[in-house]
């Protein structure tokens, strides 16, 4: 199963987290039961959301960094929940290369938000993904992660993205 459906779940899910205040668990059970068919997406979905959802502060305090210009909370709900994914998946799943990260988050946005989310998204995904680099704090791991002068890139599979 393709990353990117199992990635429009996962939005989905933390969309109806955020907009009912149901428990995380129902909300998993809800939303992402069509995926229980392949283990590994039904898992990697899983461990997104409750990785992204326990991580909210945190993430939200990176996302606050880098739009100081913009009220945090007239943000786009979904471009919002859709940032904190990316950088869920930047600061806690090694396995995933940052540019994979980045361009999944933008599809998303340009396909669930508005117009212009795509280019929001992309900045602060840049934005953050520079600061990590800068910082040192890309812990990245695995083949196809870096070009050979140390900066991320994704990884290359024939003529497809790796997802």
Same mark, same amino acid.
């Given at each position: 199963?393709?990353?990117? /459906? #199992?990635?429009e779940k996962?939005?989905? +899910?933390?969309?109806?987290f955020? /907009?009912s205040?149901d428990?995380?668990?129902? !909300?998993?059970?809800?939303? =992402?039961p069509g =995926? $229980?068919s392949?283990?590994a +997406?039904?898992?990697?979905a899983r &461990?997104l959301?409750?990785?992204t959802? +326990?991580?909210?502060?945190? #993430?939200?305090?990176? /996302?606050?960094e880098k !739009?100081?210009?913009?009220?945090f909370?007239r #943000?786009? !709900?979904l471009d919002?929940? /859709?940032?904190?994914?990316? #950088?869920?998946?930047l600061l806690? @799943? &090694?396995e995933i290369?940052?540019k994979?990260?980045?361009?999944?988050?933008?599809? %998303?946005a $340009? %396909? @669930?938000?508005?117009?212009?989310?795509?280019q @929001?998204?992309?900045?602060? =995904?840049?934005?953050v %993904?520079?600061?990590?680099?800068?910082?040192g *704090? =890309?812990a $990245?791991a *695995?083949?196809g992660?870096y070009?050979?002068? *140390?900066?991320a890139?994704a990884? &290359?599979?024939?003529? $497809?993205r +790796?997802?």
């Amino acid at each position: 199963m393709r990353r990117r /459906i #199992i990635r429009e779940k996962v939005v989905q +899910a933390l969309y109806a987290f955020e /907009i009912s205040g149901d428990p995380m668990e129902h !909300v998993v059970e809800t939303i =992402l039961p069509g =995926l $229980k068919s392949n283990l590994a +997406a039904y898992e990697f979905a899983r &461990k997104l959301v409750q990785q992204t959802i +326990a991580h909210t502060d945190d #993430i939200d305090n990176v /996302i606050r960094e880098k !739009v100081t210009n913009w009220d945090f909370k007239r #943000i786009a !709900v979904l471009d919002r929940l /859709i940032l904190r994914m990316g #950088i869920c998946e930047l600061l806690y @799943f &090694k396995e995933i290369p940052p540019k994979v990260s980045m361009n999944e988050a933008i599809e %998303l946005a $340009k %396909l @669930f938000s508005t117009q212009r989310s795509g280019q @929001f998204v992309n900045g602060v =995904l840049d934005a953050v %993904l520079n600061d990590m680099k800068a910082a040192g *704090g =890309l812990a $990245k791991a *695995g083949r196809g992660l870096y070009d050979g002068d *140390g900066t991320a890139r994704a990884s &290359k599979t024939k003529g $497809k993205r +790796a997802t």
